[in-house]
């Protein structure tokens, strides 16, 4: 099977940067994914790594290291907007699987 | 910007009864998705759905549910007899091109069982 773990909760100021890391097991995958949702709202897309190493997105990157099983995404200059889940992904043959989500709260 | 579309956005229904949930998923994508989410937890796998097939599908998805293609663009997820269980948020998602690239997801129904 695969099982992803990340943080439940993280906290950090506005204007600051922000790493949520993910671990993950798995026989075997594509790539990871991360993935934003707000409160009411629907997962969408932040990033996607195929490759090991650094991807970057405007004030998101997201980073893969295959032989550590560990992936990590990366906000910058936080805003307020940024208040919401972040949810790290496995993309499988025919299936993406969602980690349990990471609530970011960010104060003023 | 193309869209997956979702209808109904809220349904309730009475234990026991037949659901049907709508799609319409990115009109060139291939890959189909159903996902669920209990309020506050996390995105659930239901089924993924390719060339008119399923192509995988998790535990969660018993023979209680069911999903089809009945035309060129619609994509549907039937629950047949519904369980108090079963409420959530249930979002459609959509892939041009399968498990190694993006999801776009519809804004989901949400299933209250009463």
């Known amino acids: 099977g695969q099982s992803l773990e990340q943080p439940s909760e993280v906290t950090a100021v506005e204007g600051a940067i922000v790493q949520i890391n993910c671990t993950y097991q798995t026989s075997g995958f594509y790539g990871l994914s991360w993935y934003q949702q707000h409160d009411g709202g629907a997962p969408t897309f932040l990033s996607y790594n195929a490759l090991d190493g650094l991807e970057e997105t405007g004030r998101f990157s997201s980073f893969l290291s295959r032989s550590d099983s560990y992936g990590y995404l990366l906000l910058q200059e936080l805003q307020m907007k940024d208040s919401a889940s972040y949810f790290c992904a496995l993309n499988r043959d025919d299936k993406i699987i969602f980690g349990k989500g990471t609530r970011l709260h960010i104060l003023p | 910007e193309p869209e997956v579309t979702q209808t109904p956005s809220h349904q309730v229904t009475q234990m026991g009864q037949e659901v049907i949930l709508r799609c319409v998923p990115i009109?060139?994508?291939?890959?189909f998705y159903w996902y669920r989410q209990i309020l506050g937890q996390k995105v659930e796998f239901l089924v993924s759905f390719y060339n008119n097939e399923i192509s995988e599908k998790s535990e969660i998805f018993d023979d209680q549910f069911s999903v089809e293609r009945p035309d060129g663009s619609n994509f549907t997820l039937k629950i047949r007899s519904t369980k108090l269980e079963d409420s959530a948020m249930y979002f459609c998602?959509?892939?041009?091109?399968?498990?190694?690239?993006?999801?776009?997801f519809g804004e989901g129904s949400r299933l209250t069982v009463l």
């Open positions: 998602a959509s892939s041009g091109t399968g498990g190694t690239g993006e999801l776009f």
């Open positions: 009109s060139n994508h291939l890959y």
